[in-house]
């Protein structure tokens, strides 16, 4: 049975970029990272209603400085900035390091796979049926840009009392194509039935390197690039021909002409010929059984 890898893990260093960019080395690296699963944590409790699909560290010379990538800024900075001095202040305390917070908006919240896990969860703690939440994304998804989602449910959904998985997909989700640019989000809805899991994978075209280029349709293609894609043929047409196919008539070892099968039909002239010796079999048999006179004879004799 096929598993699945973790699409960001699997393009990382390809087409993906760490969400943490630091260096340590010893002890001190499991103690960075332990800093960084807190941090994330506390954010993911704190700021649940503001959207935040993404958060990116980085800890240059003895600070820290924190991106937010939410779909609604508002939220975090608060009236006159005073959520984000206060959010500032507990950050300083889990890191131990001065920390500078930066709030980057995310435009298309309906095509960014975290959010849209979270909006399902939050819509089956509301006790809205599953399928309409899934279908409802996967058509805002497709509707701004997305060229392929592909939403999965499991646990007790509905309250079933047994579990079961269920998903949706819409348009192409590649996901071991290394250049396709997969963006992937999961989210837990805490129900009074027990805890489902929602995964989601979005699709949103090719990651292009610098020497790539799109490549062109042939109703765009000239003409004659067009005729040359389709003839595979030697000069002239011929099959046997040079840059042709080795099997063809001409080419070395080729079959020769086509032997006439029984029944086909001769030549024209052939077949005139055949019709006129029967015609003539036929009157000398007519003449012999009708009893005609001889040359010289008369009828009353």
Known sequence: MGQKIHPTGFRLAVSRNWSSR?????????QLLNDDIRVREYLRKKLRSASVGRVLIE???????????????????????????VLKGDLQRLMGVPVHVNIEEIRKPEIDAQLIADSITQQLEKRIMFRRAMKRAMQNAMRLGAQGIKIMSSGRLNGAEIARVEWYREGRVPLHTLRADIDYGFSEALTTYGIIGVKVWV???????????PQAADKEAPAGEREDRRGRRGPGGRPGGPGG??????????????????????????????DAAKAAVKRV????????????EKKGD
């Open 22 to 30: 630091w260096f340590a080395s010893g002890a001190q690296y499991s």
């Open 59 to 85: 800890r240059p010379a003895k600070n820290a400085r924190i991106t937010i990538y939410s779909a609604r800024p508002g939220v975090v900075i608060g009236k006159k900035g005073e959520d984000i001095e």
């Open 203 to 213: 699709y949103k075209g090719d990651n292009l390197g610098r020497n790539e280029a």
């Open 245 to 274: 196919r080795p099997g063809g008539a001409g080419a070395p070892g080729a079959r020769g002409p086509r032997r006439r099968a029984e029944g086909e039909g001769a030549p024209a002239a052939a077949g005139e010929q055949a």
């Open 285 to 296: 048999r007519k003449v012999a059984a009708g009893g005609a006179p001889a040359d010289g």
